[in-house]
């Protein structure tokens, strides 16, 4: 967007075929728009980019580095490489190191078959992760009265803090500590059931990618998510200001 | 209901809140004051408890979550009272080169304590830092503000036994 607010029309490469952007989008957006495939775990249409996950990583021509595809913005005459050798390598590499830091159990976890970890690593061709896991020790939260949280699931693509403190408001979900003792809390560290803030809409379990945030009663592979509600939520939120 | 701002009245009658509160108001009770604020509190109670967390929080407006967040990310905040004596250990890359590695080890299996805690009988917080600046005294230590260089096993421990 120019200084004046002005929406500019772009035109830039992508796998070498011509596409038109407008100026406010994404890299990402443009690429979905015109089908080209990225992987994203931590992106979710209607919420803020941090570029936390690293996968949507693209190759821009005249770019040293790789350059996430959620938060770069467009810009005219750009050439980007959305699929070779070397993204295929980091990605699945990122992936793995994803995997090897919690408990990712496929086959006992809720999200089985609804997972979107599981079907990028399928998508992706991982069959075996290279580097040792971790094996932390995590405890499972089930005080609240109609979801469960479980650590040992989480990716820490921090969904569930964007959804509550952008959507609802409520902000009950933040990140504590730093590096690998980094964790999803609620409120004070304190058991979620007795978070005061929380409003129990449900978002936050809605928007998480893997088992990590679920509905209780819910057993192995029952626990489907709908996440459809936030491109329109946020839409409609920004009319009626 | 009211209308944030509210005054928020500190959760005991200890005078030393009383520098907390000035560091808000300084900064207009504004939100993005939480680092600073966090920082008086550390500085003058040492620690930072559930009650004060939550004074902040609430006095500033901002989520709970995220003064917890904040208080865990940055290393200079820490949430349980600090022991009578501090020993710091700099694991930078020559301190670390030098062996601070072992340094720590032999320290943390002697007085059963891992880097950022502190000794049961509140005697001794074992504190790692990247760097102090001192690399050509590396591995190099700091006990109780006192700066170390060139310290073996042997002296580090001498240095504590003189604590206990």
Known sequence: MTANGQIKIFTLKIDGKDVSARSDQTVLQVCRENEYFIPTLCH???????????????????????????????????????TNDKLAHYRKMTLELIFSERNHTCSVCVSNNHCELQYLSQKLGINHIRVPYRFPKFAVDASHPYFILDHNRCILCTRCVRVCDEIEGAHVWDVSGRGIQAKVITELNQPWGSADTCTQCGKCVNVCPVGALSEKGRSVAENTKRSGFLPYLTARRKEKI | MPAYPVKVQPPTEDKRWGLVMATMKRHGYQSNAM???LHTVQESFGF????????????????????????????????????????VICMGTACYVKGAGELMETIAKKYNVHPGETTDDGNLSLVTARCIGACGLAPAGVFDGEVNGKLTAADTLTKLTKWE
């Open chain 2, 35 to 37: 680092i600073e604020t």
């Open chain 2, 48 to 87: 930072l408890d559930d009650d004060s967390l939550r004074f902040v929080s609430k006095a500033l407006n901002v989520p709970l979550s995220k003064v917890y967040g904040v208080a865990t990310f940055y290393h200079f905040f820490t949430l349980k009272p600090q022991g009578k004596h501090t020993c």
């Open chain 1, 44 to 82: 979710l249409e209607g919420l803020s980019n941090i570029g936390a996950c690293r996968l949507c990583m693209v190759e821009v021509a005249g770019q040293r580095k790789l350059l996430p595809a959620c938060t770069t913005m467009v810009s005219e005459g750009m050439e980007v490489t959305t």
